[in-house]
């Protein structure tokens, strides 16, 4: 196993190590370790995947990966497609979010390297992981987020007992506190941008796990909600090492307040520029990406090999996303979870992608990870009778 930036090509050891010491590149793992036999009942460790860790004493799992993917009859009728849409349930990670998969993986070769402790930045469920990842391995855990983070993933994050540091103003802002405090105090950070090659590596196992779920074969089209976009990667690359170098589609979703990477690919432009300064609910993609733009840029490049598209969604079809999934196929997604909802609906109704393709949507996080917007939400007609009258109507006349 070792690291090779994606940039230059220079090759590095496989230490905990963040960026190409040449051009300041992304690392990635090239021949990745594997253990020697997998962990049953492990999630994406029981698995045959090579997941940069070979020793089974540093995995702390609680069952991260190996996600249903979901037939949707109800949703593909309610959005107009003709042939097969599917979700991939990510919310029920341990977490409630698919940054278990990396977290665990990065905390895994953390531990084999003999780290005494983790940082990660994080717009909420990333730490949430981190925590509980901690927690299960034994380790000291610091979380950094932005003020506004939600209540209910900082509440997460509290009870796994890790140390909350708050920082004001956006997430890069938090990004930047996090590289500081990993540095000082020689902690591995598990940050899930591109910083750490191992968390991004073991995201694959999402891509593994959608062409076997289809029975060995690829979709047209994956719709991924994407902040910085390590899950477009684990997809792509996932889907690639199944299929022999293909790959389905890939769109990458954003939230029309902080859409990066979507202004470079609707401006023709290779280079992903910093966004200001977010305005959207969708906190798990509120990533304007300052100071680490290329991440950005090569998620752009990742979605153009496959010929696909990056499209921004707003926050009022995110609302209405999430009330179609939850009302037409029983998930309850927080409002990033639901973006890749938003945007087929959008690219079915302008004709982008074809009524009858065979589509997967990534629900990236459960629902009670942000519930002040599901307690906002107007209910279902007919689904608001109180209390009081349906009681009236029960008793016999
Ligand atoms: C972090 C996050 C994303 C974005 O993932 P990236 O890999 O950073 O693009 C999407 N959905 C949810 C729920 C997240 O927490
Ligand atoms: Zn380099």
Same mark, same amino acid.
């Given at each position: 196993m070792h690291l090779v930036c994606v940039d230059c090509a220079a090759r590095h050891p496989a230490e905990m190590r963040y960026s190409?010491?040449?051009?300041?590149g992304i690392l990635e793992v090239a021949e990745p370790a594997r253990l020697p036999r997998p962990l049953p009942g492990a999630g994406m460790w029981s698995a045959d995947a090579a997941l940069c860790v070979s020793d089974p004493a540093a995995v702390a799992t609680l069952g991260e990966g190996g996600t249903p993917l979901h037939r949707a009859p109800r949703l593909a009728e309610a959005v107009g497609a003709t042939g097969q849409v599917w979700i991939k349930d990510e919310t029920v990670n341990p977490s409630g979010s698919f940054k278990d998969r990396a977290v665990a993986a990065a905390v895994a070769r953390a531990r084999e390297l003999g780290m005494a402790g983790i940082v990660c930045a994080s717009s909420g469920n990333a730490g949430a992981s981190a925590a509980a990842y901690a927690a299960r391995a034994g380790l000291p855990a610091i979380i950094v987020v932005p003020t506004h983070t939600p209540d209910e993933k900082l509440t997460q994050i509290a009870a796994y007992g890790a140390r909350l540091v708050r920082v004001d103003g956006h997430y890069s802002n938090a990004y930047r506190v996090g590289l500081e405090l990993a540095e000082r105090h020689a902690l591995a950070n598990v940050t899930t941008t591109y910083l750490n090659p191992y968390g991004v590596d073991a995201l694959k196992t999402a891509g593994h796990e959608i062409f076997d779920q289809l029975g060995g074969r690829l979709p047209d089209w994956v719709l991924v909600p994407t902040g910085a976009g390590p899950l477009v990667k684990g997809v792509v690359q996932g889907l690639r090492e199944r299929s022999g170098g293909r790959s389905a589609r890939l769109v990458a979703v954003q939230a029309e307040g902080c859409a990066p990477i979507v202004r470079a690919f609707e401006s023709g432009r290779r280079e992903v520029e910093a966004w200001g300064t977010p305005t959207t609910?969708?906190?798990? #993609?509120?990533?304007?990406?300052?100071?680490?733009?290329r991440d950005g840029t090569h998620t752009l490049d990742l979605v153009i090999a496959t010929e696909g598209l990056a499209v921004a969604v707003a926050d009022a079809a995110i609302r209405a996303a999430m009330a179609l999934l939850a009302r037409r196929e029983g998930l309850l997604a927080e409002p990033t979870g639901a973006s890749a909802v938003a945007a087929l609906e959008m690219l079915l109704a302008d004709g982008r #992608?074809?009524?009858d393709a065979t589509i997967v949507c990534m629900v990236t996080g459960h629902g009670f990870k942000d519930f002040k917007v599901w307690r906002a939400m107007p209910p279902a007609s007919g689904a608001d009778l109180p209390v009081g009258d349906r009681a009236a109507e029960d008793r016999p006349g």
């Amino acid at each position: 196993m070792h690291l090779v930036c994606v940039d230059c090509a220079a090759r590095h050891p496989a230490e905990m190590r963040y960026s190409c010491e040449r051009c300041g590149g992304i690392l990635e793992v090239a021949e990745p370790a594997r253990l020697p036999r997998p962990l049953p009942g492990a999630g994406m460790w029981s698995a045959d995947a090579a997941l940069c860790v070979s020793d089974p004493a540093a995995v702390a799992t609680l069952g991260e990966g190996g996600t249903p993917l979901h037939r949707a009859p109800r949703l593909a009728e309610a959005v107009g497609a003709t042939g097969q849409v599917w979700i991939k349930d990510e919310t029920v990670n341990p977490s409630g979010s698919f940054k278990d998969r990396a977290v665990a993986a990065a905390v895994a070769r953390a531990r084999e390297l003999g780290m005494a402790g983790i940082v990660c930045a994080s717009s909420g469920n990333a730490g949430a992981s981190a925590a509980a990842y901690a927690a299960r391995a034994g380790l000291p855990a610091i979380i950094v987020v932005p003020t506004h983070t939600p209540d209910e993933k900082l509440t997460q994050i509290a009870a796994y007992g890790a140390r909350l540091v708050r920082v004001d103003g956006h997430y890069s802002n938090a990004y930047r506190v996090g590289l500081e405090l990993a540095e000082r105090h020689a902690l591995a950070n598990v940050t899930t941008t591109y910083l750490n090659p191992y968390g991004v590596d073991a995201l694959k196992t999402a891509g593994h796990e959608i062409f076997d779920q289809l029975g060995g074969r690829l979709p047209d089209w994956v719709l991924v909600p994407t902040g910085a976009g390590p899950l477009v990667k684990g997809v792509v690359q996932g889907l690639r090492e199944r299929s022999g170098g293909r790959s389905a589609r890939l769109v990458a979703v954003q939230a029309e307040g902080c859409a990066p990477i979507v202004r470079a690919f609707e401006s023709g432009r290779r280079e992903v520029e910093a966004w200001g300064t977010p305005t959207t609910f969708a906190s798990g #993609i509120s990533d304007p990406l300052v100071g680490y733009e290329r991440d950005g840029t090569h998620t752009l490049d990742l979605v153009i090999a496959t010929e696909g598209l990056a499209v921004a969604v707003a926050d009022a079809a995110i609302r209405a996303a999430m009330a179609l999934l939850a009302r037409r196929e029983g998930l309850l997604a927080e409002p990033t979870g639901a973006s890749a909802v938003a945007a087929l609906e959008m690219l079915l109704a302008d004709g982008r #992608i074809g009524r009858d393709a065979t589509i997967v949507c990534m629900v990236t996080g459960h629902g009670f990870k942000d519930f002040k917007v599901w307690r906002a939400m107007p209910p279902a007609s007919g689904a608001d009778l109180p209390v009081g009258d349906r009681a009236a109507e029960d008793r016999p006349g």
